[in-house]
């Protein structure tokens, strides 16, 4: 499968953005979706994830009560709503792609379970 990631932007504190993860050569709903990011001189984190039917998410506890994962099987595509932005949510964003529904069954999901990986959109929330 084959991974775009796309609604990265620029954008004041507090503003919002939604996050696009386009899949192409292999239905969506063959895998669990995650969301990652990675800051200059940081490692890449986990933000969040969701199981091959949407059923179950998980989420970091720096974004949760404030990004909501979501996935539209029919349309290929994974998305993730970030509101009430803050600049410590600067990063690149990268959507993955998991053969393993597992990788939802915990409270936080490692990049290393994720098998396929999109090229990144870039999030810079301004003070």
């Known amino acids: 499968v084959q991974l775009q990631a796309s609604g990265g932007g620029l954008v004041q504190a507090g503003g919002s953005l939604k996050l696009s993860c386009a899949a192409s050569g292999r239905p969506l709903n063959q895998y669990a979706m995650g969301w990652f990011r990675q800051a200059p001189g940081k490692e890449r984190e986990f933000v969040s994830a969701?199981?091959?039917?949407?059923?179950?998410?998980i989420y970091s506890d720096s974004v949760k009560g404030r990004f909501t994962i979501s996935r539209d099987n029919a349309k290929n595509t994974a998305y993730l709503q970030m509101n009430n932005l803050k600049p410590e949510d600067t990063a690149v964003y990268y959507c993955a792609a998991s053969i393993f529904n597992t990788v939802v069954t915990g409270y936080r999901a490692s990049p290393a379970d994720f098998h396929f990986w999109g090229q990144g959109t870039q999030v810079t929330v301004s003070s």
């Open positions: 969701i199981n091959k039917s949407g059923v179950r998410k």
